[in-house]
């Protein structure tokens, strides 16, 4: 392979190598006939690809989110998902993917916490390795990201991220390091600066990533974060998205002038087309991947999503007996996320709703109890008829000023122009579809999205305006744009004549066409009042009542941070009156990220879904009924008010964020400061009872006795920790040093075996790593704070 890239390398003048180190589109890597390198398309993927178009004609699999992934803790289970990701890739003609997200929860209030794995550097490096191996191994690449310190959404174009080397070392570069040692062929750098550098500069990149750790991938910048031309003297190999100009003309005269030596451009050449040959793009064809059928893929993404979920608080309640009759409240029941906001967004062919899930599975009623937000959905396809086909939907129409360049029939109200060809080229579209009432009242029907919009109801222009983006960040426009409507008293069967005409304008330069339009509704809706009173009387009827609790894409979302961990809305004060009334009340959390839960004692059982994919009413049902048995354990601790928690802070100070902390992040924060959490890191229930015993070591290995003492078959996850009260160095209380799943029928014993890595045992100085002699504490148990086994380890 490398004699043949040395050959290629030297068939191409500067001009094909400058072309072949900036993409070819939004979400494409160049291609050259003439030395056989086919264009490499590229996706968003953390949990489903997406493809180059941001389409519902072309749908994907909606997989659980990261946090959803790292809760089964199983990197067994990445095998499976990676061949599905693979697949999926394949499919849309995609070489890499974009995933996994694998920066720690440094702080609960992180807006893309959901998308990342865990806070624990361990943990997140066995999943992001798992991931990096599985869809590689059918000739797809993954793509790490965001290296590094990319740990909140906060001024992350700008923010200068101050972090010593210690914590950098042991805490933020550890994970990447573990993916280039599983063979990542892709890593993606980040927006913001560390330690006064930006990242698509930084000197990281070479030393420890190209130097000691050898990667020989590809470094993608993140959208838009090349911001010179004299960036391409670094380490940054692939600038995207393309044609970049900073990276075209300007730094061919730098090149023909020697401030920046060719060879620096060779090396990331070679290295792109070391990355082709490996795909299968460079005079070879793909390597085929496995097929899943609707079905095969379904069911996985069911199964991964009871695997994820967590447990927290069970009186006994769950599984709930065959035939009891169920209150399912709550508005995210209904209208459940199933999955984050932002770039780890794809639009599945289908979903389920709890709702979907429960009904035919137990006796149910069901009402949402709360309104969270007075702003637009996306109209749903079953009230849109569009008048040019006469299917459900409406047409869209692309216009370059007065010429008519194409019309689309679109299955959503909701279109996001990314990657569109047809949007590409044009400066205004135009929706029209026609609306049919199926609820009787005053409806609100208007738009969002950002330009100059024009909404005309039965050939009536009732609203024409200019709505301008409050911020910089593209992800905004995207997934919170401007609103506006009006209202129309409407009965059901009533159909009325929608059309909206928008221009379309670039968020930010360089990433060309991404923003859209959306036909938004708001139905006729009982006084909140009204509504709560109507759940309470539905609780008190019912045997359990299962209320189903959340967050807003506004709040939980890619380019912002929340504020607050508590619930939007009134569902905490629904959660404490429906117990009020029925004390067989379970409660579902349906959040990526930790909220407050001040009512957590006051129910029968918590259980955290996470986003977990497009399967989550089924996976759902399956647990409360006991089909399945809640597999999850916490990848990052919950605390019992935002107040308490030990490291915070996402907001930078005059640009800078600085992470005083060091090493205390997460359980290691909590057990430094010595507050309790509601809910510690690894904790999680299942069905059945356990016990371990006979705790071992020899050498590095640490060995124990797992029993089922049950009457169901389940799963356990066997955590070890270390520690070291009399350090030399400043070290956490314990940190996790391996874990391991073991799944046993009633009454069986298994011994497991955990090797601890070496790293495990060091800490980074000013020499490198260090192997500080002497006894360690390890300690066996089901979390960071139940840990009945210990031994001493050397």
Known sequence: MEDRIKELLAELDLAGKLRLISGAGLFRMAGDPAIGLAEMPVSDGPSGVRGENWDERDPSVSLPSGTAIAATWDPGLLTEIGALIAAEARRKDVYAVLGPTMNLHRSPLGGRHFECFSEDPLLTAEMAAAYVRSVQAHGVSACPKHYVANDSETDRFTVDVRVGDRALRELYLYPFERTVEAGAWMLMDAYNSVNGTTMTENPLLDEPLKGTWGFDGV?????????????????????????????????????????????????????????????????????????????????????????????????????????????????????????????ATVIPGHTTTPVEGLTGRLPLTHTAGVHLSEALIPAPLAIMTDPETGEPGLSARYFEDETELGTQHRATSRLV?????????????????????????????????????????????????????????????????????????????????????????????????????TLGIRRPQRADDEEFAAAIELARAAEVAVV???????????????????????????????????????????????????????????????????????????????????????????????????VLDTTPVGNVLDYAEGIHIGYRAWLKAGIEPAYPFGHGLGYTTWETGDLTVAGRTVALTVTNTGARAGKHVVQVYLSRPDSIVDRPVRWLAGFTTVSLAPGRTQTVSIDLPARAFQHWGADGWVSEPGEFIVSAGTSVTDLPHTACIY
């Open 219 to 343: 470094v993608v910048s993140d959208w838009t974060a090349v911001r010179s031309t004299e960036s391409a003297a670094n380490g940054t190999d692939l600038c995207m998205p393309g044609p970049w100009h900073l990276w075209g003309e300007p730094l061919a005269e730098k090149v023909r002038a020697g401030e920046i030596a060719e060879s620096v451009i060779d090396d990331k050449v070679r290295r792109i087309l070391r990355f082709a040959h490996r795909v299968g793009a460079l005079a070879a064809t793909p390597q085929p991947t496995p097929v899943f059928t609707d079905a095969q893929a379904q069911d996985l993404v069911r199964r991964v999503a009871a695997e994820a979920m967590v447990l927290v608080r069970n009186d006994g309640i769950l599984p709930l007996a065959p035939e009891t009759t169920v209150a399912l409240l709550g508005l995210s029941a209904g209208e459940p996320r199933f999955l984050g906001g932002g770039s």
């Open 417 to 517: 122009l990314l990657g569109d060809e047809l949007a590409a080229r044009s400066n205004t579209i135009e929706l029209n579809t026609r609306l049919r009432a199926d609820t009787a009242g005053e409806w609100q029907i208007g738009f969002g999205g950002v330009g100059h919009i024009r909404l005309d109801l039965d050939g009536e222009t009732v609203l024409d305006e200019n709505l301008v983006l409050d911020g910089g960040d593209p992800a905004a426009a995207l997934l919170n744009p401007p609103q506006r409507h009006v209202t129309r008293t409407l009965s059901v069967g009533d159909e009325i004549a929608v059309r909206v005409v928008t221009s379309i304008e670039e968020a930010m330069p360089g990433l060309g066409i991404i923003l859209g339009a």
């Open 548 to 646: 189903v609790v959340g967050t807003t894409e506004q709040i939980e979302s890619e380019g912002v941070d929340r504020t607050s961990l508590r619930l939007p809305g009134r569902q905490d004060e629904l959660v404490s009156a429906v117990a009020a009334v029925n004390p067989r009340t379970v409660v579902v959390v349906n959040s990526g990220a930790p909220v407050e839960m001040p009512w957590r004692d006051d129910v029968a059982a918590v259980l955290l879904s996470w986003f977990p994919g497009q399967e989550f009413g089924d996976a759902l049902a399956d647990i409360l009924t006991g089909t399945a048995e809640p597999g999850g354990r916490l990848p990052t601790t919950w605390p019992k008010t935002m107040a308490e928690v030990p």
